[in-house]
């Protein structure tokens, strides 16, 4: 079992930047692969990122391909979504998610195969 929590959101103009933590509890944290997804207002959560246990594979949706960066470090047990470049549309809550499997099998962008989620972070992008 793992609980997760986010911070880092805020506040930015268009073009700016901000960088989201999700800690972990527990220490088995290297044993899960990570996700990050987001939902804005109106609309359905979408998958924005993700990253197996040992960092050596990262995935990304599209539209934040160039942009945004994920990644961990897990003796802090603690992913990051690095974001640049920012757009109104990147305006949502942003939650991470914990996959109780380190890698993944083409189900990186399932939000139904995560089995822990934190409560969210709040991003908005100004334009």
């Known amino acids: 079992h793992v609980q997760l929590g986010e911070s880092g959101g805020g506040l930015v103009q268009a073009g700016g930047s901000l960088r989201l933590y999700c800690a972990a509890s527990?220490?088995?944290?290297?044993?899960?692969?990570m996700g990050w997804f987001r939902q804005a207002p109106g609309k359905e959560r979408e998958f924005v990122a993700a990253?197996?246990?040992?960092?050596?594979?990262?995935y990304y949706t599209d539209s934040v391909k160039g942009r945004f960066t994920i990644s961990r470090d897990n003796a802090k047990n603690t992913v990051y979504l690095q974001m640049n470049s920012l757009k109104p549309e990147d305006t949502a809550v942003y939650y991470c998610a914990a996959k109780n499997s380190r890698n993944y099998y083409n189900d990186y962008d399932r939000s139904y195969e995560y089995d822990y989620w934190g409560q969210g972070t709040q991003v908005t992008v100004s334009s």
């Open positions: 990253i197996t246990w040992s960092g050596g594979n990262t």
């Open positions: 527990g220490r088995t944290f290297s044993m899960y692969a």
